[in-house]
């Protein structure tokens, strides 16, 4: 699951290429960095999965120390993530939809976040196991957000 350090899944086709990007934004060469960055996500993409996309989502954030490239760095994270949570949604996976959630709600996107989280509870329902919903709730209180009890999103335990 998404842990903030940008590490969700270490390895991959697209490590190689975020390894890249991290050298070349220590150079300080923007050319090099966001064409590191496009190999990353192209590899990322191409892989069914989600975390390889969230992994990149994260990896987008550090983008913004190039000038001017703040606001790009941030919409780039924002659509990669919608992309991840996507898959793990359709992959009906938990911890996917969870790892999505926290980076929405690390941007700052508390719509993004409510949507993920409403759709992690009808996941963690569906599959009518109790771990599923402890791991919803164990979630939220990890996170230390109060916005799924604002709209309903947490079971009550």
Do not use: C
């Not at 941030?74 to 911890?95: D, G, K, N």
């Amino acid at each position: 699951m998404y842990s903030g350090s940008g590490d969700i899944e270490p390895l991959g086709p697209w490590t190689a290429y975020l390894e890249a990007m991290n050298q070349t934004l220590a150079e300080r060469n923007p050319h090099a960095s966001l064409g590191a960055w496009r190999q990353a996500y192209s590899a990322a993409l191409s892989d069914p999965g989600w975390r390889g996309l969230l992994t990149v989502a994260a990896a987008s954030l550090r983008l913004r120390t190039l000038p001017g490239f703040s606001k790009d760095a941030v919409a780039r994270a924002q659509e990669t993530s919608w992309i991840a949570f996507f898959r793990a949604r359709q992959q009906r996976s938990l911890e996917g939809v969870l790892s999505a959630a926290a980076v929405f709600e690390s941007l700052g996107d508390h719509a993004a976040f409510e949507q993920s989280m409403r759709v992690a509870e009808m996941l963690a329902i569906r599959t009518g196991q109790a771990a599923g919903l402890d791991r919803l709730r164990d979630f939220l209180e990890r996170l230390g957000s109060n916005a799924g009890q604002e709209t309903g999103t947490l079971v009550p335990g």
